[in-house]
């Protein structure tokens, strides 16, 4: 069985301070993507990771694909009340279908 | 925005009853999948349809089912209704089964009481 798992599940920061978030798996994935979830919508996705070891930046928003496919992380630089809400990272299993993390629950302070 | 569109946005329903929910997938889209997501928790797949069979299922029981019509748009039926069953159901369309690239749209929250 293919898992994700994300850490930290929660996360509570003043604006203006960098986070990192961790995604996991002991199986490896032809792609990673990291989405963001606001409040009674649903998931949009933020971006695709394809290669290992690849590094995709958006604006303060920096993707890494470990070397070896099997884990990611998102690295938000000076966070703003904006950035709040659920990041989620999802694997395209073996069977294709994604495969979703628990969530890190983000709320940055103003 | 995504284009694809859920209904209802909220449901209330008692337990052992059956819902049906509906998903219109975006134009040009032919696969949809559907997720549960229960609170504080990451969505967790149920099945995909691909031109109208189902292509892949998820650890859900029969009692989850569903139809994909010719114009791409899908439902999800819930028979006999359990407490558990309380989640937003989200779809997803794609251009392709298999495709990593997924467009979601806001969901159906669900209460069963």
């Known amino acids: 069985t293919q898992l994700l798992e994300q850490s930290p599940q929660f996360l509570s920061i003043q604006e203006g301070e960098n986070l990192t978030v961790y995604c996991n798996s002991s199986s490896v994935f032809s792609s990673l993507q990291w989405y963001r979830q606001e409040p009674g919508e649903g998931p949009v996705l933020l971006v695709t990771?394809?290669?290992?070891?690849e590094v995709k930046k958006l604006k303060r928003l920096t993707f890494q694909f470990g070397d070896a496919r099997k884990d990611s992380s998102l690295h938000i630089t000076a966070a703003q009340p904006g950035d709040t809400g659920l990041y989620l990272c999802a694997g395209a299993g073996n069977t294709g279908k994604l495969i979703f993390g628990q969530g890190t629950t983000l709320q940055v302070k103003p | 925005e995504t284009g694809v569109t859920q209904s209802p946005t909220h449901l209330i329903k008692t337990r052992g009853q059956q819902v049906t929910l509906r998903c219109s997938s975006q134009?040009?889209?032919?696969?949809v999948s559907w997720y549960q997501q229960a609170l504080g928790q990451g969505p967790q797949f149920i099945f995909q349809?691909?031109?109208?069979?189902?292509?892949g299922r998820g650890n859900f029981p029969p009692r989850f089912s569903g139809l994909q019509f010719p114009n791409y748009s899908s439902e999800l039926n819930v028979n006999a209704l359990e407490l558990d069953d309380s989640a937003l159901y989200l779809c997803?369309?794609?251009?392709?089964?298999?495709?990593?690239?997924?467009?979601f749209g806001p969901g159906t929250r669900l209460t069963v009481l």
């Open positions: 349809y691909y031109r109208e069979e189902e292509n």
């Open positions: 134009s040009g889209h032919n696969t």
């Open positions: 997803a369309s794609s251009q392709g089964p298999w495709t990593d690239t997924q467009y």
């Open positions: 990771v394809v290669t290992g070891g």
